[in-house]
């Protein structure tokens, strides 16, 4: 239960985090930005940051690759 809860709330950080500080909704109440603007999450007096991620790939590298089979 634990596991999931955090892995569901990196992925809304990181979510959120690709925003330009997006308004964070009120029912959010353990989210904020520090003062250089990252996105973290508060709990009992502890700070998570959120990590920039970079996508693995880009558009570019799938332009001209893709190449259809007789099975698919």
């Known amino acids: 239960m634990k ?3 955090f892995t569901a709330l990196a992925s809304l950080l990181m979510t959120i985090s ?3 500080q997006a308004r964070i909704p009120a029912s959010y109440s353990n989210l904020a930005y ?4 990252t ?3 508060e709990s009992d ?3 998570y940051f959120a990590e920039k991620v ?3 790939y880009t558009i570019k590298q ?3 690759s893709a ?3 007789e099975t698919g």
């Not at 520090?34 to 603007?37: R, T």
């Open 62 to 64: 799938f332009l001209g």
């Open 67 to 69: 190449r259809g089979t």
């Open 18 to 20: 690709l925003a330009q």
């Open 54 to 56: 970079s996508a693995p």
């Open 34 to 37: 520090d003062a250089n603007g």
């Open 3 to 5: 596991t999931s809860f």
């Open 39 to 41: 996105l973290y999450f």
């Open 45 to 47: 007096g502890q700070k």
